[in-house]
């Protein structure tokens, strides 16, 4: 029997990263260490959670990946390539292989744009498909997300909260990722929404085969959605393995906590 060997799509290696901040002229200089030493690896295919606290560093985490932020220690490489090495060209390159999907807020889509136009941006500025091809390009992404094509001419202040969130996953799948960054993409939604965008997500993960890095403070979410969690604590991996491991043997007095808090 033949078995697919696991590739490693994204590897952080002993990544750190330190802001400093000065709350006024006056004062001194504090240094906040939001990620410390952290290493991980996202396997092909999978959906690997990043759970922990409010200030755990888990955006810091997402935005370091993402080259929106540069590391202060480690390396961070996508496909075997360190991505603070990348030149410019490459990095438009990354930029499409990599997408974010932010936590859920109206003032996310541009206002003036109608769905039409916010869908036909990532598709023109990547370059995904010919001018001629745009049109029905939109309709597959629209149908992707479980939208009709009669939304085109809507502006974002006419769509439910649900239907900007697909707009938004579209937008994200619009490039043809190949790693998804989900940053808290439910949180903000109301409970009976949160569901069917989790059913989207994971629909779309098998269709389009995508990888996610999904991060939540919420243990219910990435039940729902992880093959593996990683536990973030104070800007540290605390623990991290397969969803049954930690979810029935925890070892970490913060997953422990979390779990309580859950029933
Ligand atoms: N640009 C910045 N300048 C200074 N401090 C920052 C900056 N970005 C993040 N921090 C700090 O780094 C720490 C980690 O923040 P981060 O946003 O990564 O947490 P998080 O786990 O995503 O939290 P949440 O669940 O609330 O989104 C926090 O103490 C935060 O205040
Ligand atoms: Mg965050």
Known sequence: ???????TILEVRNVSKHFVVKKNLFSKKRLIEAVRNVSFEVIEGESLGLVGESGSGKSTTANLILRLLDC???????RGTVISDLTEGDMRRLRKDIQIIFQFTSSILDPKMTVEELLTEPLRIHGVVEEHELDPEVN???????????????????LSGGQIQRIIIARAIAPRPKLIVCDEPVSALD???QGQILNLLTRLKSELELTYLFISHDLKVVRHICDRIAVMYKGEIVEIGTKDDILSNPEHDYTKHLLSSEL
Do not use: C, H, N
């Not at 029997?1 to 590739?7: E, F, G, P, R, S």
């Not at 202060?72 to 996508?78: A, D, K, P, Q, Y």
């Open 1 to 7: 029997m033949t078995q697919a060997v696991a590739k």
């Open 72 to 78: 202060s220690e480690g390396r961070i490489s996508f």
């Open 140 to 158: 597959r992404l629209l149908s992707l997300v479980g939208l009709s094509p009669d939304e085109r001419p809507k502006y974002p202040d006419q």
């Open 191 to 193: 409970v009976s929404i």
